[in-house]
């Protein structure tokens, strides 16, 4: 099993930075393609960004140029720097990993982030 704990959401301004963190449990991490997801009230849970265990990534179009995905290892640590935030952006942000075929899909608690002036 793989523990995922998101932190790093907040209120922040149109146009500010917030940077997420996922920290997972375990060895299995390094395996695990692993994907950041929101949640707007009344709306589906949408794949932001994605990025597998060699490192290629993947974007929602309405964010590309302004997040970027990231991971380390070594840290089993997942990571989503958020640039040029809109009010679009606020939703429950939440980590997933999981192992293709091998019927592992892990889901984080999710963290607020808000986009308000």
């Known amino acids: 099993q793989v523990q995922l704990v998101e932190s790093g959401g907040g209120l922040v301004q149109p146009g500010g930075s917030l940077r997420l963190s996922c920290a997972a449990s375990?060895?299995?991490?390094?395996?695990?393609?692993m994907g950041w997801y929101r949640q707007a009230p009344g709306k589906q849970r949408e794949l932001v960004a994605g990025?597998?265990?060699?490192?290629?990534?993947n974007y929602v179009d309405s964010v590309k140029g302004r997040f970027t995905i990231s991971r380390d290892n070594a840290k089993n640590t997942l990571y989503l720097q958020m640039n040029s935030l809109k009010p679009e952006d606020t939703a429950v942000y939440y980590c997933n990993g999981r192992i293709l075929g091998a019927g592992m899909n892990f889901w984080g608690q999710g963290t607020q982030v808000s986009v308000s002036s």
């Open positions: 990025i597998t265990s060699g490192g290629r990534t």
């Open positions: 375990g060895t299995l991490f390094s395996l695990l393609v």
